[in-house]
């Protein structure tokens, strides 16, 4: 007997609703899913193609931790899928919205300052940008004046 595409999607929603009834928590559930699957997170990060650190903030439910929600529910469907969860079932569950405002983003950014060494480390950044640009427009300057 052929499955059919209904019947496949009906058994993964099913899978879906039980794990989520034992784990009471999607993000516990994501977490549950994939260490039963025998996946670490550098496995999940490479098949996703994203860092490690963003995979385990949604298991943990840090949401705050990723650039948006747009982006946590992205990851958050394509995890459900290679778990083979029901995607939908999983982003809705997790009310991804709701953990996004301007204290949130606050986090985020500070994440980033200490994943690329701190607000000195983006000051230096910014001089560097700043000098190559002010070098740039004086070379355009020069090349300008002596072509006159």
């Known amino acids: 007997m052929a ?4 019947a496949s999607a009906g058994l993964r929603a ?6 989520l009834r034992r784990e009471r928590d999607p993000f516990r559930a994501l977490h ?3 260490q039963a699957r025998g996946l670490s997170l550098a496995d999940v990060s490479e098949r996703l193609e994203v860092r ?3 995979v385990e903030a949604i298991e943990d ?3 705050e931790y990723l650039p948006g929600p747009a982006y946590a ?10 778990l083979d969860l029901d995607p939908a079932i ?26 690329s060494g701190g607000p000195a480390a983006a000051r230096r950044l910014s001089l560097v940008s700043a000098g190559l640009i002010a070098a740039g427009l004086a070379l355009i300057a020069l090349a300008y004046a002596l072509l006159r």
């Open 3 to 6: 499955w059919s595409a209904e």
């Open 14 to 19: 099913g899978k879906t609703w039980e794990i």
């Open 32 to 34: 549950s899913v994939r």
């Open 52 to 54: 490690e650190l963003y």
């Open 61 to 63: 439910g840090r949401l």
């Open 73 to 82: 529910r992205g990851i958050m469907w394509r995890l459900a899928v290679l």
């Open 90 to 115: 999983m982003v809705d569950e997790a009310h991804v919205s709701a953990f996004f405002d301007v204290d949130c983003l606050q986090a985020s950014r500070q994440l980033v300052e200490t994943a």
